[in-house]
């Protein structure tokens, strides 16, 4: 059974900075490409980024290219997303995923408040 655990999150101060990280058990994630999705309350789950099997390549949300940083560890079957220059926006719950593919975990609160 596929299960992917986000941690990481919490609170954090605008301009500060987080790290997130997503676990995979019962499926080698690393043959997978791997995004990270953010979902504020009432809308729709929004892709942020992603990052191809091998890590050789990455791709941001315009939005947000510059302040994210995605990237994996296939030995631990663990992907990250470095969360930069925080603002009030980035307020949400972060989730991780391959395109949907396998059963959502619970997802990690981000909170960026002064």
């Known amino acids: 059974q596929v299960q992917l655990v986000e941690s990481g999150g919490g609170l954090g101060q605008p301009g500060g900075f987080l790290r997130l990280s997503c676990a995979a058990s019962?499926?080698?994630?690393?043959?997978?490409?791997m995004s990270w999705y953010r979902q504020v309350p009432g809308k729709e789950r929004e892709l942020d980024a992603s990052?191809?099997?091998?890590?050789?390549?990455?791709i941001y949300l315009v939005s947000m290219q510059g302040r994210l940083t995605i990237s994996r560890d296939n030995a631990k079957n663990t992907v990250y997303l470095q969360m930069n220059s925080l603002k009030s926006e980035d307020t949400a719950v972060y989730y991780c995923?391959?395109?949907?593919?396998?059963?959502w975990g619970q997802g990690t609160q981000v909170t960026v408040s002064s």
């Open positions: 990052i191809s099997s091998t890590g050789g390549s990455t």
């Open positions: 995923n391959s395109q949907s593919r396998w059963p």
């Open positions: 019962g499926v080698a994630c690393s043959r997978a490409d």
